[in-house]
């Protein structure tokens, strides 16, 4: 997924005051304002454009630029900066009426204290260290979810924080409204990927709607075979493709049934405005192949996907795949599949029956066709490679009935220890942290999925920021993670949530 997906997006630079200093000092602020706006937006490490506000130095100035803010379409945040101290009741209304998610930037505009020369007037403009405390205690007191990125603003530190930060934005904001498609339910008796849909849309702002695949089929049917040789010319570009699927060989038939799949999905997609879709190998009927190489290039262009019916894997990887916009790596559908014990350290395959992105690839992939165990249908197409390797994290959004937990683990990506010849998917090995043991052990007390959205681009920061936005339960299994913690950390956030969330 490219970075076109932040053109158009705005992220508000609001610098709160007081009259207490004269319109002097006030200029002073907004223009130190200015300028610190200015330098944000044309930063090369933040993708969304900063916009300078005018300052806020009254209760109705505040309320009123957050209203603006909750209906400012292109609007994804707010950062809010406290040059000067800014008596935080001014703040309530306009905080409590937000709908859009805030950082608190508790930056300064001088760097360093000039000893020789710092006077009062000095001081008096420089009020970082206790304006921001002044507004981080109405943060606290109103329960605000936020983001609090300390440190000078030319720091490069910080800009990484507020890359993460905005990038979490807008994940949120695209998920505001967003429609996914369910063709099928999901698989029969499967627990961990139901869940309630009207919750989900309360919670996170998505719409999931099942279709019927009969409505897909006539999108697959309707596929002109001038667009059949055209979709395979760029596979043949973009893939290495098997001597079967070649111009002259055996299955070539097949190649051309998985474009035609792959572009009737698109069209349906792209005419009904989804950002996701799940599908399930126990509901084809009127499809020659459960979708393979489709579901990976739709991934691959920034389509959330869930496998099984798993729509809320579909939504949460459709997040990824806009946090993770421009950046390397690569960014996936997942499930853990099979182990590896060996005295050299224990290792986790993963892979899927078909559906890996290949944004995730070593290199380039190999398009082959080999017959699936279950689904009772045609072979179906898919394209195989090994997974880049480093540190990447595995995330899971789970229905606890009353509220979601969006589980993360830092993961270590590794070589496999020799080749997989004869393993027809593709694949990733990792090593969960803290290590194998406490990490899997940790997951699954958690009830974290076997389905799971897998990037080497985003970091548990993201998720944990764009957790914060949602008001979802994050729960972290990292190298600092012990189980002792984990299993206090789940009982006291079943409290938590409970009182927290009151009845909804
Ligand atoms: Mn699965």
Redesign the pocket.
């Known amino acids: 997924m490219n970075t076109d997906i932040f053109a158009s997006l705005e992220v508000w630079f609001v610098v709160g005051s007081q009259h207490l200093y004269g319109p002097e000092a006030l200029e002073q602020v907004a223009a130190n304002g200015a300028k610190i706006a200015a330098a944000l937006d044309q930063s090369p490490q933040l993708p969304v454009q900063v916009v300078f506000k005018p300052i806020v130095t009254t209760p109705e100035e505040v309320y009123n630029v957050c209203q603006a803010a909750n209906s400012a379409a292109d609007c994804i945040g707010l950062i809010f900066w406290m040059h000067t101290f800014s008596p935080a009741k001014m703040w309530i209304a306009g905080l409590q009426a937000l709908q859009k998610p805030f950082a608190q930037l508790h930056t300064q505009f001088n760097a360093e204290i000039p000893w020789a020369t710092i006077d009062m007037d000095f001081m008096n403009l420089n009020q970082t260290a206790h304006g921001g405390r002044e507004f981080g205690y109405i943060g606290a007191r109103l329960r605000a979810a936020r983001k609090v990125i300390v440190g000078h603003w030319q720091d490069a530190e910080v800009l990484a924080r507020l890359d993460v930060w905005m990038r979490a934005a807008a994940a949120w904001h695209d998920m505001q409204g967003a429609r996914f498609a369910r063709f099928g339910d999901n698989?029969r008796e499967v627990a961990v990927t139901e869940g309630n849909k009207v919750s989900a849309q309360m919670q996170f702002g998505y719409a999931v709607n099942g279709y019927g695949v009969g409505d897909l089929v006539e999108k697959v049917n309707a596929v002109t075979e001038t667009a059949v040789s055209d979709l395979i010319a760029v596979y043949e570009d973009s893939y290495t493709l098997v001597p079967a699927l070649q111009a002259d060989g055996a299955r070539r038939q097949s190649l051309r049934d998985a474009a035609r799949i792959e572009l009737g999905m698109r069209a349906f997609l792209e005419e009904g405005g989804f950002k996701g879709y799940t599908d399930t190998f126990q509901d084809l009927h009127g499809l020659k192949q459960l979708p393979g190489v489709p579901s990976q290039r739709l991934m691959a262009d920034g389509y959330g996907f869930g496998?099984?019916g798993?729509w809320k894997t579909a939504a949460l990887l459709r997040a990824m795949k806009v946090m993770s916009a421009g950046l390397a790596g690569g960014t996936s559908f997942m499930?853990d599949y099979t182990y590896h014990f060996s005295a050299n350290g224990d290792k986790v395959l993963g892979a899927?029956?078909l559906e890996i992105c290949p944004s995730i690839a070593a290199a380039t992939p190999r398009l082959e066709i080999h017959p699936l165990g279950i689904g009772g249908k045609e072979d179906p197409v898919r394209l195989v490679f090994d997974s880049q390797t480093g540190p990447a994290i595995n995330a899971s959004v789970i229905d606890l009935g009353s509220r979601y937990r969006l589980i993360v683990n830092t993961v270590d990506v590794v070589p496999t220890d020799e080749p997989l010849p004869r393993l027809p998917v593709a694949r990733a090995l990792w090593v969960p942290q803290p290590n194998f043991k406490e990490g899997v052990a940790a997951w699954i007390l958690a009830g974290g999925a076997?389905?799971t959205g897998f990037s080497l681009s985003l970091t548990a920061e993201h998720m944990e920021d764009f957790a914060t936005m949602a008001g979802v339960e994050y729960l972290l299994i990292d190298e600092h993670s012990t189980l002792a913690e984990i299993k206090k950390e789940l009982k006291w956030n079943d409290v938590y949530y409970h009182l927290g969330l009151g009845i909804r």
């Open positions: 698989m496998a099984e798993d499930e899927h029956m076997h389905h």
